[in-house]
């Protein structure tokens, strides 16, 4: 079985408090093996340590209802960027990573809380509601990069139109390939949004 836990979004941190912002807890389960399979969704990039710490503390709330073979995997970069998370200690010396923990030295524990939370109210089968609210960055982005100095699509063509179109009908194991009048992305990033939707034919609608 895979059960995934996601935590999401901004941390905040004081001198000795810190707070996590989780979004949600959910169980995916599939069959595999004879095992349980864990996957931590965080918004942040932890170091090996700090990784170890989440694992082990997720692991000994879970374990007791999962069993001791249960296996716990972070999957990292989720939903948004929290940036860099370090231990307590691996902060002091503040090299790259230390230095790039933007919420203070307590962001680990703040994350250990939530995931930990999350993981008894998923053994006890209970809801999670998140009552704080992330930080809101994107109206505060720098970018130093100089626009794009000219980018128009071919005479006759407009941004998106579908130069070669996928085949009829494909079988397992072909590689659908479709060509499209792209544009230079950094003219429009499309937060929140995307540059690209697969999307399933239904004919009866």
């Known amino acids: 079985k895979t059960h995934l836990v996601c935590a999401a979004a901004g941390a905040a941190a004081t001198a000795a408090v810190a707070t996590c912002c989780c979004c949600c807890c959910c169980c995916c389960c599939c069959c595999c093996c004879c095992c349980c399979q864990v996957i931590m969704c965080l918004p942040g990039e932890f170091t090996t340590m700090a990784g170890r710490r989440l694992r082990n503390a997720v692991h000994a709330t879970l374990s007791r209802m999962l069993g001791a073979d249960t296996k716990v995997v972070l999957s ?116 929140h949004q995307t540059f690209l939707e697969v999307q399933v034919y239904n004919s009866s609608a």
């Open 76 to 191: 990292t970069i989720c939903n948004t960027y929290s940036s860099y998370v370090t231990t307590s200690q691996e902060y002091q010396i503040q090299r790259y990573e230390a230095a790039s923990t933007l919420y203070g030295p307590h962001t680990l524990d703040a994350y250990i809380q939530t995931a930990v939370g999350l993981a008894q109210a998923m053994v006890d089968g209970k809801p999670v509601q998140s009552v704080a609210v992330p930080d809101e960055f994107e109206g505060q982005l720098l970018s130093f990069l100089p626009p794009a100095t000219l980018d128009t699509a071919p005479m006759g063509k407009a941004f998106g139109d579908v130069v070669r179109q996928p085949n009829a009908f494909y079988e397992a194991g072909h590689t659908v390939e479709v060509v499209f009048q792209s544009a230079t992305p950094r003219n429009n990033l499309r937060r």
